[in-house]
């Protein structure tokens, strides 16, 4: 029985020692991509928002409440059409005062001049008086200009493109009440980072994703950039024109792909191939051959190899952690 107990022990191990080996030379499940031939495109990415050209951003210079406001969302207005008012109680008291005072002022006035007429008075006198009048109309004047900033008016000629006030608020001075401006045409206003804008460049394509339109091809053209970097974001503002037949919506956000440079006709691997400038080409022998390579234009999900591999040449993508080369290797396509 102790024979036959050993018998068994020899074999189970015999048999693990089997399964150990068969499992340890199993190939590596990995999936592969074709090299093939297409066009590599250098991108600058960059993220941007819908705006008119032609636009301006209406606020207070007051903080005071509102006690009207247009129903004009969405409508045409003119220079100086009026959108909102604001509370003049205060100062209408207080030109009234002023004007008060400025109407004594002038009757004191007279009174001196008849004084001053019959010698009863002194020149000095008659000036003082000059004086006063003159500075109560002025306190008069800049009280009547200063009115004028209760009333909010359209700077220029458009539609209100967005309402952002309403009776009983409080307007304060900086924020913005009203949108103004011509619905067409369109640009987007996009930063750039600042190692990428000596890339950029007035005329060149770009090419747009919107969520609202996830199926739609988007294009738009640099049209011009902002000198002037922002030194804490380090970015710069680009602007980019719209086509005339634009789906797109003012305050839509998309993502700008300017397109820098194209080579046709090249060999393009995804980058998900690339380990350190190399790639792992499946041999005849279904084995893992790293090899060298030279990559041009490199984009956020293809590479353009421009040495090392060949058209029709199965690469793996992506790489496995650990991978080695010569490993042996079961490749499934993903192409």
Not at 139 to 161: H, K, M
Not at 256 to 282: E, G, H, K, M, W
Request: glycine share 6%; aromatic share 4%; hydrophobic share 45%.
């Amino acid at each position: 029985m102790r024979h036959t107990g050993k018998i068994l022990l020899l074999l189970a191990l015999a048999a693990g020692a089997a399964g150990y080996f068969f499992l340890s030379n199993r190939p590596l499940e990995v999936r592969t991509v074709e090299v093939r031939r297409g066009r590599a495109a250098e991108i600058v990415y960059a993220s941007g928002v819908v705006e008119p050209v032609q636009w301006a951003k209406v606020s207070s210079v007051l903080r005071e409440r509102i006690v009207e406001v247009c129903n004009c969302e969405g409508q045409t207005v003119a220079p100086e059409d009026q959108l909102a008012k604001l509370d003049t109680s205060e100062p209408l008291a207080a030109l009234r005062e002023l004007e008060a005072k400025a109407a004594f002022a002038r009757q004191e006035l007279r009174r001196i001049v008849e004084l001053y007429g019959t010698g009863t008075t002194t020149r000095q006198v008659y000036d003082k008086a000059a004086a006063d009048v003159q500075a109560a109309e002025a306190a008069v004047a800049s009280q009547q200009a200063r009115l004028a900033d209760y009333t909010i008016r359209s700077p220029i000629a458009g539609v209100v493109l967005r309402r952002d006030a309403e009776v009983g608020e409080i307007a304060e001075p900086g924020a913005i009440l009203f949108w103004v401006g011509q619905p067409t045409p369109l640009q987007i206003v996009a930063e750039i980072n600042e190692e990428d804008i000596p890339k950029v460049a007035s005329g060149q394509r770009a090419l747009l994703r919107a969520d609202a339109f996830p199926q739609k091809a988007l294009e738009a053209t640099v049209s011009r950039i902002t000198p002037k970097g922002d030194p804490v974001l380090k970015t710069y503002r680009v602007y980019l024109a719209l086509p005339a037949d634009t789906p797109l919506l003012i305050g839509m956000s998309v993502d700008v792909n300017v397109v820098i440079r194209t080579v046709d006709d090249t060999l393009i691997v995804p980058t998900t191939a690339l380990v350190d400038s190399a790639v792992f080409r499946v041999a005849d022998n279904n084995r893992a051959e790293r090899v060298g390579v030279r990559t041009g234009i490199m984009s956020a999900t293809a590479a353009q190899i421009v040495e090392g591999l060949a058209e029709g040449d199965r690469v793996i993508a992506p790489v496995p952690e650990g991978l080695a080369d010569g490993a042996r290797v079961s490749a499934a396509r993903q192409d």
